[in-house]
Every structure is written in structure tokens, then in C-alpha cells.
């Protein structure tokens, strides 16, 4: 049950994108489509930003978008904007049917 | 609206115990998964159990497997999470959420557990 891996920390200027990787292994990230998303504020509830590797849920900014290449999955956020500064997880589920989370990005709009 | 509230949290000693308690609203219960997720002081989300819909199938993170055990009620549309032999390292706010597809659609707002002596 490794984490999987992520960046500490990314920053853009408002306006510019920026993109963030989640690293795992065929058994988790590689091995299904089941790569998730969140964005969390201080002292807030996670918020579900991507499912299924690139599925936004209804309300979520199209600014955000998701892929993923072989153990790698992307969070690309376009036109960077204050609201966005944040911590950011990746999840997927693996072959053992347990969830992995990602250890966390914080991103910093400059 | 889908409201999950987390409740009994608190202060308890090192080899304690306590019983976490989360009441569901706004979906049918009873048609979904549900998950403990937590969040030790300033790190990151770390995956604790989870329970299918008809409570058929419980998993655990290897961290908490033997000394937690989760269950669900679903005629009172409440998702539990008995904790026991607690350690320090199990201090978090713990969060519950629904799962949809691969994903945790909607979480509760967290209930803190600390243990310390």
C-alpha cells in the first residue's frame, strides 16, 4: 500500500497552466482507469475534482482537466487563478480493491 | 443535498478506544459505498476502510487492520468506525465520504481524534 508520488509543490502566475503528476505502479495507477483528483483549501473537506482518470463532476471548472500515461496520471489546471492555490491529491483504486492517495501537492499561485 | 456529518471524535489515551459515528443524508444510502479517509496534523490524506453497500464487502489499510472495524446501519443511514488500541500515530481528523465510480464524491467535514496521554 505505497503512497503514490506525487510533487511537494508547484507554482503558476494567474493566467499561465500548470500540471501535476501522480506516479504509481501497474497495480494501481497504470492498471485501471480509477485515477482521482482532489483539491483541498485550508481547513476544509477534500473536493472531487476529476474521476476515471479525466471526468470532471457537474460543477467543476473545465479549467481542470485529467490524463494519464501508462503509471502516470496529470492534473492540468489552464488559466491559473488565486482561487486555486491549494493542496491537491491524486487517488486510484489498486488490484486489492484499497484506495491510494497521493502524498500531496501544494499549489501556490504567485 | 448529500450531507455526510462525522461525530465522536475527541481526546482519548494511548491503548483506548472509540467509536466514530457518521450520519448520512440527502441520497439513498443504502445504494452506495462508504469510506473512512484521514488526515493526521499537517500531512496528507491517508485511506482508512471501506464498506460496500449491502456491508458484504470491508476492506482496511494495512495501518488499522485487527484493531479497527467498520460497519453501516442502513435503516438509520449511518456509517460507524469502532477504533481500538489506539496510538499516537492514529491522531487525524477523520473524514467520511461516499464513493462513486473510482471516486469520493462527497465528504463529511471531519471529526478530530486525538491520542495522547
Known amino acids: 500500500q505505497s503512497a503514490l508520488t506525487q510533487p511537494a509543490s508547484v507554482s503558476g502566475s494567474p493566467g499561465q497552466s500548470i500540471t501535476i503528476s501522480c506516479t504509481g505502479t501497474s497495480s494501481d495507477v497504470g492498471g485501471y482507469d480509477y485515477v482521482c483528483w482532489y483539491q483541498q483549501h485550508p481547513g476544509k473537506a477534500p473536493k472531487l475534482m476529476i474521476y476515471d482518470v479525466s471526468n470532471r463532476p457537474s460543477g467543476v471548472s473545465n479549467r481542470f482537466s485529467g490524463s494519464k500515461s501508462g503509471n502516470t496520471a496529470s492534473l492540468t489546471i489552464s488559466g491559473l487563478q488565486a482561487e486555486d492555490e491549494a493542496d491537491y491529491y491524486c487517488s486510484s483504486y489498486t488490484s486489492s480493491s484499497i484506495v491510494v492517495f497521493g502524498g500531496g501537492t501544494k499549489l501556490t499561485v504567485l | 443535498e448529500v450531507q455526510l456529518v462525522e461525530s465522536g471524535g475527541g481526546l482519548v489515551k494511548p491503548g483506548g478506544s472509540l467509536r466514530l459515528s457518521c450520519a448520512a443524508s440527502g441520497f439513498t444510502f443504502s445504494s452506495y459505498s462508504l469510506n473512512w479517509v484521514r488526515q493526521a496534523p499537517g500531512k496528507g490524506l491517508e485511506w482508512v476502510s471501506s464498506?460496500?453497500?449491502?456491508?458484504?464487502?470491508?476492506y482496511y489499510a494495512d495501518s488499522v487492520k485487527g484493531r479497527f472495524t467498520i460497519s453501516r446501519d442502513n435503516a438509520r443511514n449511518s456509517l460507524y468506525l469502532q477504533m481500538n488500541s489506539l496510538r499516537a500515530e492514529d491522531t487525524a481528523v477523520y473524514y467520511c465520504?461516499?464513493?462513486?465510480?473510482?471516486?469520493?464524491?462527497?465528504w463529511g467535514q471531519g471529526t478530530l481524534v486525538t491520542v495522547s496521554s
Open positions: 465520504a461516499r464513493r462513486y465510480s473510482s471516486s469520493l464524491d462527497y
Open positions: 464498506i460496500t453497500n449491502s456491508g458484504s464487502y470491508i
